[in-house]
């Protein structure tokens, strides 16, 4: 008896230590996602996604302009954010980005954390995913990227489709907000710009910066800004353009990197592609956004608006 009680003991510590082990290979695979480094660009490509698609600590985002693309096929493991959600009234102005406790209870409900990676898509490569990668720089949320290439290039190359929607349990986000004011201003702040040091950048459609379309109270654009839209970096494709070339054009426009950039549009959407565009892929030490944009800059009367043809 004595003897099957040793062998029993003994039987039941090599289970404890597999289990053990097991519970440290859990453990390491849902650190391997927050170890990550994320690449000083913010882009990941779609190697990269498919062999991490399903290392813990990840989460993908899929916010393509219509649910029913994500119905019909998605990344795996892919939620839906519909970007609309991701902006507010303020003060009666629509149109701004929500408040910032209410975005980290979003990203609660998204299974986010602090030390989560999250990897952000759209169709191609435009304003959506780049909003919210903007509004995580806000809040201090740096681990994030965006897919090169974005969804239509991933099914193109005949990559992993899922109709299933992701399982997700709702976490908490475990750290005190702070927030980076070094990538948002307020329309205080661009009425009272110092010209000499800040460049204010429109970077809607020409015909909304002159005046000849569009839907607020009063059409034109901010004195002193100069136009730059937002899509003339990009290729058909969605890919960024010659750089060298872009670094060029921009100098002559007077858009260099030793200048705060203040960059805006109707509601802060479009800027949030620019951005990255400046910060993230030609290393423009400070770019910021106006979010209020001229969606707030225009009601107000006593504000000038300029016209152009």
Known sequence: MRLKGIKAMALLNRRSGNLLGFILFITGLATIAAAQPVPDSHLVSADWLQSNLNVSGLRIIDMRADIRDYWIGHIPGAVYLEETVLRWPEGGVPGKLLPVDVLVRLLEELGIEQKTLIILYTEVNNYRATYLAWALDYINHNRWAILAGGFNSWKS???????????????????????????????EEV???PADRTVLVDVRPPEMYSGERGNWKRNGHIPGAINLFWASFLKEDGSWKDLDLVRNNLKVMGITPDKTIVLYCGQGLMSSHTYFTLKYVLKFPEVKIFDGSFNEWSGYKELPVETSK
């Open 191 to 193: 009425k009272n710009r």
């Open 157 to 187: 190359d005949n990559r992993p489709i899922s109709r299933d929607y992701p399982t997700i349990r709702k976490t908490s986000y475990n750290k005190k907000l702070e927030l980076n004011n070094m990538v948002r201003v307020s329309l």
